[in-house]
C-alpha cells in the first residue's frame, strides 16, 4: 500500500498549520491542501489529524459494519473511541449485519455509534410493499440510504468512509481527500489499501470477520441486493448482482437523483 512511507505524527504534519475553521478556503481548495499536507501520513496519523485537530468534534465515519469494516473502526477506535459512527439501518440488512455491529462496538469501546434510519412515512410513501429494491433500486438506495444519511451529516464538516481503490468500479484511483457536493470534506484513509492489507490488519489485530465472510459474502449490504462471490469475481460482483447498479448512491453526487426525477 502506498501509505507504507515512514510515519509522519499528526503532531509533525499539523502543527504548523491553523485548524480548518480559521481558513477561508473554498471547500475544494482545502481538500486539495489536505490532501497535499498529509499525502506522507500514514493511515492511523491521517487519521489522528482529522479527528483531533483538523474536524475536532466536527468529523464522523459512516461505517457499513460490512466484510472489511472491522479494519477502519479499529483504526478509529484506535485514535479516538468517542468519534461518531453513523450506521445505516435500511431495514433490508442481514440479521448477521446487526449482530456484528453490537459485536464491534463493544469489542472496539466504540461509545457514539449511531444507527439511522430511513423516513418511515417515506417508506410507506414509495415502498410500501417493500419490494422496490427489485423493480427501482436506485430510488430503494434513495430513501433507504441516501436521505438518512444526509439528514445525519448536517452538523458535520467532514465524513470518513472505508472505500477502498482496489475495489474498481467508481472506486478505482480514489483519493484519500475529496469533497462531496454539500461541502463537506470526505476522508478516504484505505483508498491505497490492499486486499493483503486488510486480511494482513485482520490477523495483527485478532479481528473478528463478519460472519457471512465465511460463507462467501466479500462485500455486504442489504440481503435482497448482496449475492455470494464466486473464486475469480470482482470483490463487489455479488452487489447488485444482474442489475445495472454497483453504488448505493451515498458516495454519488446528490444532484443525481435530482436529475432522474428521485427527489420526490
Ligand atoms: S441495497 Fe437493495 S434493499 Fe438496500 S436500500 Fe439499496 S436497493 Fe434497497
Not at 478509529?76 to 453490537?102: C, H, N
Request: hydrophobic share 40%; net charge negative; aromatic share 8%.
Amino acid at each position: 500500500m502506498s501509505d507504507a512511507s515512514p510515519p509522519v505524527t499528526a503532531t509533525q504534519v499539523a502543527d504548523s498549520f491553523a485548524s480548518v475553521a480559521d481558513r477561508p478556503l473554498s471547500i475544494a481548495d482545502e481538500a486539495s491542501r489536505l490532501a497535499d499536507r498529509y499525502a506522507e501520513a500514514d493511515t492511523l496519523s491521517l487519521l489522528d489529524a482529522m479527528i483531533h485537530r483538523e474536524f475536532p468534534g466536527r468529523i464522523v465515519l459512516v461505517s457499513s459494519f460490512g466484510a472489511e469494516a472491522a479494519v477502519l473502526l479499529h483504526l478509529v477506535a484506535t485514535v479516538e473511541p468517542a468519534t461518531p459512527v453513523l450506521f445505516i439501518d435500511t431495514g433490508k440488512l442481514f440479521g448477521e449485519t446487526l449482530r456484528y455491529r453490537d459485536e464491534l462496538t463493544a469489542r472496539l469501546k466504540l461509545s457514539d455509534v449511531r444507527t439511522i434510519r430511513p423516513d418511515a412515512s417515506r417508506v410507506e410513501q414509495a415502498d410500501a410493499d417493500g419490494v422496490l429494491w427489485y423493480g427501482n433500486p436506485d430510488m430503494c438506495c434513495y430513501i433507504r440510504r441516501v436521505e438518512p444519511l444526509q439528514r445525519a451529516l448536517k452538523g458535520f464538516d467532514a465524513w470518513i468512509s472505508g472505500r477502498k481503490g482496489f475495489h474498481g468500479g467508481e472506486r478505482q484511483g480514489l483519493p484519500r481527500v475529496e469533497t462531496d457536493d454539500e461541502g463537506r470534506i470526505k476522508i478516504n484513509p484505505l483508498a491505497y489499501w490492499q486486499k493483503v492489507d486488510i486480511d494482513d490488519y485482520f490477523a495483527r489485530h485478532g479481528l473478528p470477520h463478519h460472519p457471512l465472510v465465511a460463507d462467501g459474502f466479500l462485500s455486504i449490504g442489504c440481503m435482497p441486493c448482496t449475492d455470494r462471490v464466486a473464486p475469480g469475481e470482482d470483490i463487489r460482483a455479488g452487489r447488485w448482482r444482474g442489475k445495472n447498479k454497483s453504488e448505493c448512491g451515498i458516495h454519488l453526487p446528490v444532484a443525481r437523483w435530482k436529475v432522474d426525477g428521485f427527489d420526490i
